[in-house]
Each structure stands twice: as C-alpha cells, then as structure tokens.
C-alpha cells in the first residue's frame, strides 16, 4: 500500500500533519464570506508549484494545478490575484506559459440555456458568429463535461474548484440533491486513482445545516475558515479542522484547537498563531 502525502505549501501546517496532506484527497474549504477560503488555495498552489525543497519518497508534489471555475473568468481570477497578491501573480504567470497552471472555465456550460447573453460570456472582443453561439455538447450538460474534463486532467494534479456552491446550485436547477451526493461520492472514490488531490471551495449560509452537513459526510478532509470576535470592532481569522480521516487524531494528540490566521500582500494566507488546549 502506498502512503503518500502532498504538501499544503504552508510550512506550519505541513509540519503538523507530518509532511501534509494524504495523496488522493478530496478536501472541503469551508468558510465564511472573506475568512481566507479562497486565499487558502492561491496560495497553497502557488507554494506548491514553486517548491524547490528536498522532499522523501512519502511527499510528492503535484505535476501541475488546474483551476476550474464555473462562474468567473481566467482573467478575473488572475486580477484579483495581481491586486491582492502581486508577486504570487507573477509567478502564477510563468507557470501558466510553462502548462503548470492551467485555467478551465466552465461559465458557458453553466450559463447555457439561461437568459444570459452569449456576449456577456465570451471573454473576446470579436462579434460572435452564428456557429459560436450553437450549443455543443459541453454546453449542454456540464456535469458530463465536468468528469470527462476531469478523467482526462485530474491525474496527479492538484485541483481547485471554484466554486463547489455554485456548481450545487446549478445542480439544483435541473437534478434532484440525491444526484449531486452522488457525483460528490464518486468523485471521493475516484480522487484515490488520480492520486492529486482536490480542493473544493464551498461557502456558509447558502444551504441548510443538513444540506451543508450532507455534502461534508462526501469528503476525505473539512477545513473551516471563520471570523472570531474579539469585541464590537476587532475579530479575527481563524481556521480548523472540522475532519480529515487519517488525519485529525494526530491534530487532537497536539491538543490543537484552531489556527488564528492572516492575510498579507506578500505571504498570502499564513497561520500566525495555534492555539491549543488551555493549560497544555
């Protein structure tokens, strides 16, 4: 049996989970409007793709990462980076002329049949011809062409979908909620044979407790990302591990509770404090 893992990319985090996190994992980032979910992931990826450490034969790092979106465009992604993070926007760039950073937008398949302009969709500036507005197959069902897409790419990469909620939403429109457990399902099972692992970006409050617990019960692995209060003007970032099989004994036997977190311009998402049981 092979017992791998593939670095987070940041180091306090590794160090905790001896090395990262287990090849072939489907991980959950949960979170809150703003608390660092998304942040989480640039920067993840971008320490992953630009790792040059030494590793053992139990840590492998993923040959390349593919951003798949359902709703916003490569070039909106990569403005947000450029503002919020300019240097990891650079490097983000080198890596997307070497095909180590790959972008896969799936808005016209999301959108189709909808009544959203097909001139709102395209991110070229060309009139759209008569042909270009014809529905191929992608377009008309974006849930077969998200696992062909997938069962072509997918191995040993490292996967970041932007956004689970989304993609649930539209789901919702057209299948029944058993449906959609089900390709989480599957897609848990096969992430061991893709042997990357997968990130999946889903937000607070836009299910129901149960619907949001459901979706949980389908993942290796739930990072939470949530604002702590501290008093009537001051709260902070933190983060913890809902669960991850395999994993969270090992963060229990540290007597960790969560990790205060922050984000700067320069380290992206970094974890600046760990708190621990109180007395231990």
């Known amino acids: 049996m092979k017992l791998s893992k593939i670095p ?22 949960f979170g809150e409007l703003g608390a660092g979910d998304f942040e ?14 030494e590793r053992s034969n139990a840590v492998s790092l993923p040959e390349k990462v593919i951003y798949i979106s359902f709703t916003r465009s490569e070039n909106d992604i990569l403005t947000e980076i450029a503002f919020s993070f300019p240097g990891f926007h650079k490097l983000l760039t080198e890596c997307i002329k070497e095909k180590k950073f790959v972008f896969k937008d799936f808005s016209e398949s999301y959108f189709a049949g909808s009544f959203i302009p097909a001139s709102w969709l395209s991110s070229s500036e060309t009139i759209p011809s008569i042909e270009s507005l ?57 992430s061991k044979k893709w042997d990357g692992l997968i990130y999946a970006i889903f937000n607070e409050g836009i299910f129901q407790n149960n619907e ?69």
């Open 8 to 29: 987070i990319g940041i180091d306090s985090l590794d160090n905790i989970l001896m090395g990262g996190l287990p090849s072939g994992s489907l991980v959950l980032l």
């Open 40 to 53: 989480f992931a640039i920067t993840s990826c971008v320490r992953v793709l630009t790792d040059k450490k």
């Open 134 to 190: 014809k529905w191929n197959e992608e377009k008309r069902n974006l849930m077969d062409a998200l696992i062909a897409y997938l069962d072509k790419n997918a191995q040993n990469g490292l996967i970041i979908i932007d956004s689970l909620t989304a993609m649930a939403q539209y789901c919702l429109e057209r299948i029944d909620w058993s449906d959609l457990i089900l390709f989480l399902r599957g897609l848990q099972r096969v």
């Open 212 to 280: 949001q617990e459901e979706i949980m019960e389908c993942m290796d692995g739930v990072f939470v990302f949530d604002w702590e209060k501290l008093g009537p003007a001051q709260r902070n970032r933190i983060m913890y591990l809902k669960k991850f099989r395999g994993l969270l004994p090992g963060v229990e036997h540290e007597n960790i509770v969560n990790f205060e977190t922050q984000i700067s311009p320069e380290k992206g998402f970094d974890v600046s404090n760990i708190k621990r049981v109180r007395g231990r």
